[in-house]
């Protein structure tokens, strides 16, 4: 469905230019100085410029609009590892009526875990990936 819209949208910017030349009231074109950036103006200011303009455009916003945070890649790309580690951590670290912060000794214990299988993650986008697949673990009742 998402490829759907993108075809219909290189469709309307790409048909844009022969709608343009099958009217019959199509102006003639001005003349064109000899230089680099006269060309590339009048370029810019034909149909087919602002076709290339409308695709480019949409393109760019699509692909900001539609990144996913650090943190989610990981959650996807690591979710057995990070599921492992908090079992792991879950099995460590007891739960004890004394007190204490007994859920951020687990974060570390889990995120020291992944660290030394892989150290070349990023720890603050790790601890966000290890948090919501924690949660998701703990509503699946997998925990």
Do not use: C
Request: hydrophobic share 50%; aromatic share 10%; glycine share 6%.
């Amino acid at each position: 469905m998402k490829y759907i819209s993108w075809i219909l949208i290189m469709l309307i910017f790409l048909l844009w230019p022969l709608m343009a030349l099958a009217q019959d009231t199509v102006p003639e074109a001005a003349p064109v100085d000899k230089d680099i950036w006269g060309l590339v103006w009048a370029f810019l200011n034909s149909p087919s410029g602002l076709a290339v303009i409308g695709f480019l455009l949409t393109f760019i916003l699509g692909k900001v609009f539609t990144a996913k945070p650090k943190w989610k890649v990981y959650a996807d790309k690591y979710r057995p590892l990070l599921i492992a580690a908090i079992k792991k951590a879950e099995k460590e670290i007891e739960d004890d009526p004394g007190g204490g912060n007994k859920g951020l000794a687990r974060l570390d214990n889990a995120l020291k875990y992944i660290l030394e299988i892989n150290a070349q993650l990023d720890k603050s986008a790790l601890k966000e990936a290890i948090t919501a697949v924690h949660a998701e673990a703990e509503k699946d009742k997998n925990l």
